[in-house]
Nanobody, 123 residues
Framework: QVQLVESGGGSVQAGGSLRLSCSVS?????LGWFRQAPGKEREAVAG????????YYADSVKGRFTISQDKTKNTLDLQMNNLQPEDTAMYYC???????????????????WGQGTQVTVSS
């Protein structure tokens, strides 16, 4: 069983930054950040393969968001810079134990989820 607890959400103006953190009870093969805006499907934002450190990003956040892990603190972070109104969503941390090709994983591939943290970006 893997427990995930997100923190760090909030409200910022466009162009601002936020850092999300996820407390991880156990490191799995893959950890990722996902988001879901009202009326939209949940989508992958960024992911990391915890053994190799390989990272993957959605095109919409490349160059603005950075995912990182700190195994000494058992955390998974997401640094978000130059936030835009379209980044407004509930953000979730998730874990996958599936072994497979290295790529950004879809929500359906993750078996463990945190409760989410809200990010709101105003124009």
């Amino acid at each position: 069983q893997v427990q995930l607890v997100e923190s760090g959400g909030g409200s910022v103006q466009a162009g601002g930054s936020l850092r999300l953190s996820c407390s991880v009870s156990k490191y799995t093969w893959y950890l990722g950040w996902f988001r879901q805006a009202p009326g939209k499907e949940r989508e992958a934002v960024a992911g990391i393969y915890t053994g190799s450190g390989w990272t993957y990003y959605a095109d919409s956040v490349k160059g603005r968001f950075t995912i990182s892990q700190d195994k000494t603190k058992n955390t998974l972070d997401l640094q978000m810079n130059n936030l835009q109104p379209e980044d407004t969503a509930m953000y979730y941390c998730a874990a996958s134990e599936r072994v497979g090709l290295a790529r950004l994983r879809a929500p359906s591939e993750c078996g463990y989820w945190g409760q989410g943290t809200q990010v709101t970006v105003s124009s």
